[in-house]
């Protein structure tokens, strides 16, 4: 049959197989479509998405070139679906399966011999196979209970198979044009004219040609090959015989009847067997394809309830009707009520999301889904919408159950075709949304999310019917502090002069993770000092730990810069101590942390504080600017130890002109809003150029009021300073009430 059909995508295609203009097409465009896609400049400055839509064109290319001009228009969908084009193109390269056939027919026409070996071997490997399927009917009856589960895993076979051959054809058309190098053609004459020469290192003789290499060329890879059209000569022989006495020349006869395509096809298949198995090996460690790799915690496993969770009531307020519904759903529904499908858990790092969604798991005393938003993303498309669609199908059959997404913004991002997009991403987030919408609530699966970052998801992930309810997860308030450090204290032997409520003002601002780093660093530090119990002095070293580091002891410094730190350190402590609206002083150190600082003054509030007014913002800048003040009003002149003191009192003037509306000039109007409240914080202007100008001006101008009321206020108090800073240099770290002391001692009539 010389025509042969194949039907792509519903479309039937011809192409005549033993037109030999033809099939010289065909393989010309397959090395040529393999040269392109393989090109790397080609994909220079392209996005993923971009990227795609290059190998889409270039196989809509080799149709219309192959095929005629507009098959691409038939046989494709008009969007950029890569893996139908990718199907379509090995569903046609697969032809030359079909060309070899045709030729062997033809090889076999003019060689009765070849026909009959490859006949006998077809009979033995027939009867071979016959064997081993008697041999293995018992075995196979056994398996067909199995055949179900098998049937799964086909589909990822059939996948892995299809790029392996795609990969090895790829990849043996470049290896191919790489090896074979450069060819030439000469003369007979000339070719033995260069035998005569001893020019000829080594000779193939075919049936109708003559290969030869010249021993000149010394590469070892893209050697130029020389042909020769052979002609009935007697003398090749023996001239033959005499160049390799002479020179070396090696010479063999090649058979033409089927041995290079032996070695052809044995070589493909070693080349797919080897990405075979690699692909197997990446798809495995990904957790295969389109398989969600969810953790699975049956029962209480999670390890995890609400009396575990501490700081935190009002979520888990918000989380308790969840619990219950999935306890008691009958109530619920017979009034009419519907579980939300989901909560989102919404708050900065380390505040406890994630403990949470594993407490509601472990009230409830259902299994618990947990997976990582990043764990839907992989470099396959359409994987990640595999991957949703099998949690869910997970989650149904095991229904009552919780489903948690950690991170959920690694797929939820909103879609904004502005910027490009990503293809992958979005259909994963298509598929969340659709699953989401096609469950039903009353078989008790509810969807937990948790995330720092909710303004960058998309809207209709956060619409009622999606994720019903947002939960905000927040910094632990005082009682909070005091809560969550009982929670990790209880297994940790502690004497009687741990006063958790002192600990939990000097923590103002920490997190949960925070308060269990500083439990767990206390009880360090009295392992290392040889006791069996955790005094306050550890946990108090502790909080300098976590939030100041560990103190340099390898870190000496000069006599004179331990001055200026003493005097910098004090400045900021004696301002404090003498204004009014300002916290108490816990401890002054001027010993080099790890984290930075070559010292600090470290204040305790007295009490929770939510609100700041103008007067405790404005004692604050005083304050800050004390270090440098003090600097200067010493050794007349300035270092770059206030760079951070510069940072945060710069930070606190812009935003009491742009946000608190503090400022005179510009009154109360809101010229600056707050991006990524739970994470950096990072500040956008709302104003024009013109204004932003003048809000820049408006803060040198505070800055500089406050610099110089801390040097008045210095200057009136140089003898307390002299003296608190002697005691530090010969100390190098001081308590408050020691502070305190020397103080009043200086200035008794304070």
Same mark, same amino acid.
């Given at each position: 049959?010389?025509?042969?059909?194949?039907?792509?995508?519903?479309?039937?295609?011809?192409?005549?197989?033993?037109?030999?203009?033809?099939?010289?097409?065909?393989?010309?465009?397959?090395?040529?479509?393999?040269?392109?896609?393989?090109?790397?400049?080609?994909?220079?400055?392209?996005?993923?998405?971009?990227?795609?839509?290059?190998?889409?064109?270039?196989?809509?290319?080799?149709?219309?070139?192959?095929?005629?001009?507009?098959?691409?228009?038939?046989?494709?969908?008009?969007?950029?679906?890569?893996?139908?084009?990718?199907?379509?193109?090995?569903?046609?390269?697969?032809?030359?399966?079909?060309?070899?056939?045709?030729?062997?027919?033809?090889?076999?026409?003019?060689?009765?011999?070849?026909?009959?070996?490859?006949?006998?071997?077809?009979?033995?490997?027939?009867?071979?196979?016959?064997?081993?399927?008697?041999?293995?009917?018992?075995?196979?009856?056994?398996?067909?209970?199995?055949?179900?589960?098998?049937?799964?895993?086909?589909?990822?076979?059939?996948?892995?198979?299809?790029?392996?051959?795609?990969?090895?054809?790829?990849?043996?058309?470049?290896?191919?044009?790489?090896?074979?190098?450069?060819?030439?053609?000469?003369?007979?004459?000339?070719?033995?004219?260069?035998?005569? =020469?001893?020019?000829?290192?080594?000779?193939?003789?075919?049936?109708?040609?003559?290969?030869?290499?010249?021993?000149?060329?010394?590469?070892?890879?893209?050697?130029?090959?020389?042909?020769?059209?052979?002609?009935?000569?007697?003398?090749?022989?023996?001239?033959?015989?005499?160049?390799?006495?002479?020179?070396?020349?090696?010479?063999?006869?090649?058979?033409?009847?089927?041995?290079?395509?032996?070695?052809?096809?044995?070589?493909?298949?070693?080349?797919?067997?080897?990405?075979?198995?690699?692909?197997?090996?990446?798809?495995?460690?990904?957790?295969?394809?389109?398989?969600?790799?969810?953790?699975?915690?049956?029962?209480?496993?999670?390890?995890?309830?609400?009396?575990?969770?501490?700081?935190?009531?009002?979520?888990?307020?918000?989380?308790?009707?969840?619990?219950?519904?999935?306890?008691?759903?009958?109530?619920?529904?017979?009034?009419?009520?519907?579980?939300?499908?989901?909560?989102?858990?919404?708050?900065?790092?380390?505040?406890?999301?994630?403990?949470?969604?594993?407490?509601?798991?472990?009230?409830?005393?259902?299994?618990?889904?947990?997976?990582?938003?990043?764990?839907?993303?992989?470099?396959?498309?359409?994987?990640?919408?595999?991957?949703?669609?099998?949690?869910? =199908?997970?989650?149904?059959?095991?229904?009552?159950?919780?489903?948690?997404?950690?991170?959920?913004?690694?797929?939820?991002?909103?879609?904004?075709?502005?910027?490009?997009?990503?293809?992958?991403?979005?259909?994963?987030?298509?598929?969340?949304?659709?699953?989401?919408?096609?469950?039903?609530?009353?078989?008790?699966?509810?969807?937990?999310?948790?995330?720092?970052?909710?303004?960058?998801?998309?809207?209709?992930?956060?619409?009622?019917?999606?994720?019903?309810?947002?939960?905000?997860?927040?910094?632990?308030?005082?009682?909070?502090?005091?809560?969550?450090?009982?929670?990790?204290?209880?297994?940790?032997?502690?004497?009687?002069?741990?006063?958790?409520?002192?600990?939990?003002?000097?923590?103002?601002?920490?997190?949960?993770?925070?308060?269990?780093?500083?439990?767990?660093?206390?009880?360090?530090?009295?392992?290392?000092?040889?006791?069996?119990?955790?005094?306050?002095?550890?946990?108090?070293?502790?909080?300098?730990?976590?939030?100041?580091?560990?103190?340099?002891?390898?870190?000496?410094?000069?006599?004179?810069?331990?001055?200026?730190?003493?005097?910098?350190?004090?400045?900021?402590?004696?301002?404090?101590?003498?204004?009014?609206?300002?916290?108490?002083?816990?401890?002054?150190?001027?010993?080099?942390?790890?984290?930075?600082?070559?010292?600090?003054?470290?204040?305790?509030?007295?009490?929770?504080?939510?609100?700041?007014?103008?007067?405790?913002?404005?004692?604050?800048?005083?304050?800050?600017?004390?270090?440098?003040?003090?600097?200067?009003?010493?050794?007349?002149?300035?270092?770059?130890?206030?760079?951070?003191?510069?940072?945060?009192?710069?930070?606190?003037?812009?935003?009491?002109?742009?946000?608190?509306?503090?400022?005179?000039?510009?009154?109360?109007?809101?010229?600056?809003?707050?991006?990524?409240?739970?994470?950096?914080?990072?500040?956008?202007?709302?104003?024009?150029?013109?204004?932003?100008?003048?809000?820049?001006?408006?803060?040198?101008?505070?800055?500089?009021?406050?610099?110089?009321?801390?040097?008045?206020?210095?200057?009136?108090?140089?003898?307390?300073?002299?003296?608190?800073?002697?005691?530090?240099?010969?100390?190098?770290?001081?308590?408050?009430?020691?502070?305190?002391?020397?103080?009043?001692?200086?200035?008794?009539?304070?």
């Amino acid at each position: 049959m010389s025509v042969s059909k194949i039907n792509v995508n519903g479309v039937e295609l011809e192409i005549n197989l033993l037109d030999a203009d033809v099939i010289e097409r065909f393989e010309q465009l397959n090395k040529d479509i393999s040269r392109k896609i393989q090109d790397p400049k080609a994909y220079e400055g392209k996005t993923t998405a971009e990227g795609m839509k290059f190998q889409c064109r270039c196989v809509e290319e080799y149709f219309d070139s192959l095929f005629g001009l507009g098959t691409s228009n038939r046989v494709f969908p008009k969007n950029n679906d890569l893996g139908i084009r990718m199907d379509a193109f090995a569903q046609v390269t697969a032809l030359s399966g079909t060309i070899k056939t045709q030729i062997n027919n033809i090889a076999d026409k003019y060689n009765p011999q070849r026909a009959q070996n490859r006949a006998e071997r077809r009979a033995a490997k027939k009867k071979k196979n016959k064997k081993n399927k008697k041999k293995n009917s018992g075995s196979n009856s056994n398996n067909n209970n199995n055949n179900g589960n098998k049937g799964k895993n086909n589909r990822s076979i059939i996948v892995i198979l299809v790029i392996s051959i795609l990969l090895t054809f790829l990849f043996w058309r470049v290896f191919d044009r790489v090896s074979s190098g450069r060819e030439e053609e000469v003369t007979y004459g000339q070719f033995i004219e260069m035998l005569d =020469k001893g020019e000829v290192g080594s000779v193939k003789i075919y049936g109708s040609k003559i290969v030869f290499e010249n021993n000149a060329d010394d590469k070892l890879i893209s050697k130029t090959k020389y042909t020769a059209t052979r002609i009935s000569d007697d003398s090749l022989a023996e001239k033959l015989r005499q160049a390799k006495t002479k020179y070396g020349t090696e010479y063999e006869g090649v058979d033409e009847s089927g041995s290079a395509m032996v070695g052809t096809i044995i070589s493909y298949i070693v080349m797919i067997v080897a990405f075979y198995l690699l692909l197997s090996m990446i798809m495995k460690r990904s957790g295969g394809v389109g398989r969600a790799n969810a953790k699975i915690y049956v029962e209480k496993k999670t390890g995890v309830t609400f009396a575990d969770v501490a700081g935190e009531e009002e979520a888990k307020e918000s989380l308790t009707e969840m619990v219950d519904f999935l306890h008691n759903p009958k109530k619920y529904l017979d009034i009419g009520a519907k579980l939300p499908k989901g909560a989102l858990l919404v708050g900065p790092p380390g505040t406890g999301k994630t403990l949470l969604a594993k407490a509601v798991a472990g009230e409830a005393n259902v299994p618990f889904f947990s997976m990582s938003g990043s764990s839907f993303v992989e470099m396959y498309v359409g994987v990640g919408a595999s991957r949703v669609r099998d949690l869910f =199908k997970q989650a149904t059959q095991m229904a009552p159950c919780i489903i948690f997404i950690d991170e959920i913004d690694a797929i939820g991002r909103s879609r904004d075709s502005r910027h490009g997009g990503d293809s992958e991403r979005e259909q994963t987030l298509n598929q969340l949304l659709a699953e989401m919408d096609g469950f039903d609530t009353s078989k008790g699966i509810v969807i937990l999310a948790a995330t720092n970052r909710p303004e960058v998801l998309d809207k209709a992930l956060l619409r009622p019917g999606r994720f019903d309810r947002r939960v905000i997860v927040e910094k632990p308030d005082l009682k909070g502090r005091i809560d969550t450090l009982k929670v990790h204290s209880k297994n940790v032997k502690m004497d009687e002069t741990v006063d958790l409520h002192e600990l939990a003002l000097a923590t103002s601002g920490a997190v949960g993770a925070d308060l269990a780093n500083i439990i767990n660093e206390g009880a360090l530090a009295a392992v290392r000092d040889g006791r069996s119990l955790v005094s306050q002095q550890d946990l108090i070293g502790a909080v300098e730990v976590v939030f100041a580091g560990k103190e340099k002891k390898d870190r000496l410094l000069s006599k004179e810069e331990k001055q200026i730190v003493a005097y910098h350190e004090v400045g900021h402590a004696l301002l404090a101590a003498i204004q009014k609206h300002t916290e108490p002083i816990q401890r002054i150190t001027i010993v080099p942390r790890t984290m930075g600082s070559l010292g600090y003054v470290w204040q305790v509030p007295e009490e929770e504080k939510y609100l700041e007014s103008k007067k405790e913002l404005e004692a604050e800048l005083i304050t800050l600017l004390g270090g440098r003040a003090a600097e200067e009003l010493k050794f007349d002149s300035v270092t770059t130890g206030a760079s951070n003191d510069i940072e945060k009192a710069t930070k606190t003037a812009r935003a009491m002109i742009t946000m608190y509306g503090m400022s005179d000039k510009f009154g109360m109007v809101q010229l600056e809003s707050i991006e990524g409240q739970y994470l950096d914080r990072n500040l956008a202007l709302q104003c024009s150029d013109e204004t932003a100008t003048k809000i820049d001006k408006e803060i040198r101008d505070m800055l500089r009021d406050s610099y110089n009321k801390a040097k008045r206020l210095l200057s009136a108090h140089m003898t307390a300073l002299d003296s608190i800073a002697s005691f530090l240099i010969e100390h190098e770290t001081i308590t408050g009430k020691e502070f305190m002391s020397i103080l009043a001692q200086v200035e008794p009539q304070r």
